[in-house]
């Protein structure tokens, strides 16, 4: 969401940085020599010097929004491709977690794009004014943040939007000028940033795991699931070691 980012490959190899405005530009940094490669230009970056870059979780393709749209970087070979066309530009980049989907947003609208095809979709009527954007761990629903509701209300507004379907749901009003949104862990709370960091309410555990209740937990006890299943999304992890 900055004039610069930084993004590393799924293997921490790489790392990928973002600059630039008039030239944009992704140079790559080898983590382990921490050496930067040549930079890959990939064009104008946003008006507002809000440039964003991305990696789908294959590892094989970053994008990064630009003035124009989006252009694909195959990182196989660190060159860019075609750039995709996007009514407005594009700002912030957010990515399905299985990476089928990249959502593309600008001050007016979210554009939905292929990652198979590399092509935008219908752009979805999320609020009048996009500012910042969260997926959920499982890719389900979007949450979109904006500046003010319909009609122009002074108000900012959260949006959730299916994935499935990407229909926006009912605009949850949230407060003057929200700006970052965040998703919590989903073995702690099933519920966005909005049932607790937005609302300023705290929860117990109202999710499942395994199909199994979690609501009946302590805050302790949800605490060990979450670190036990993180231990285990580590690589190399094993049970019982």
């Known amino acids: 969401m900055t004039e610069n980012a930084v993004v590393f490959t799924p293997d921490s190899r790489t790392a990928y940085v973002l600059a630039g405005y008039a030239h944009g530009t992704v140079t790559p940094v080898s983590t382990r020599t921490d050496r930067a490669g040549a930079p890959i230009p990939v064009g104008t970056i946003s008006w507002s010097g809000q440039g964003d870059i991305t990696i789908t979780p294959n590892g094989r393709t970053a994008y990064v929004s630009t003035d ?4 694909p970087v195959n990182l196989g070979t660190n060159k860019a491709e075609t750039p995709i066309p996007i009514a407005g530009g ?6 399905t977690p299985d990476g089928r989907t990249l959502y593309v947003d600008n001050p007016w609208r979210v554009t939905p794009v292929s990652t198979r095809t590399n092509t935008a979709g219908s752009p979805i009527n999320a609020g009048d004014a996009p500012f910042s954007m969260a997926i959920t761990k499982d890719g389900t629903t979007l949450y979109v943040v904006n500046f003010v509701r319909a009609g122009g209300t002074p108000l900012g507004s959260v949006t959730p939007v299916s994935t499935a379907t990407n229909r926006p749901g009912k605009p949850i009003p949230v407060g003057v000028n929200p700006r970052p949104i965040a998703i919590t862990p989903p073995l702690c709370h099933r519920q966005s940033a909005l049932g ?7 929860g117990r555990g109202q999710g499942h795991r395994g199909g199994a209740e979690l609501g009946h937990l302590s805050n302790r006890e949800l605490r060990h699931h979450a670190e036990r299943d993180n231990r285990a999304a580590q690589p190399g992890w094993h049970r019982g070691v």
Do not use: H, M
Request: hydrophobic letters at 35%; a positive charge.
């Open 90 to 95: 594009g700002t912030l980049l957010v990515l």
């Open 68 to 71: 124009s749209g989006v252009t």
């Open 196 to 202: 607790r960091g937005l609302s300023g309410q705290r």
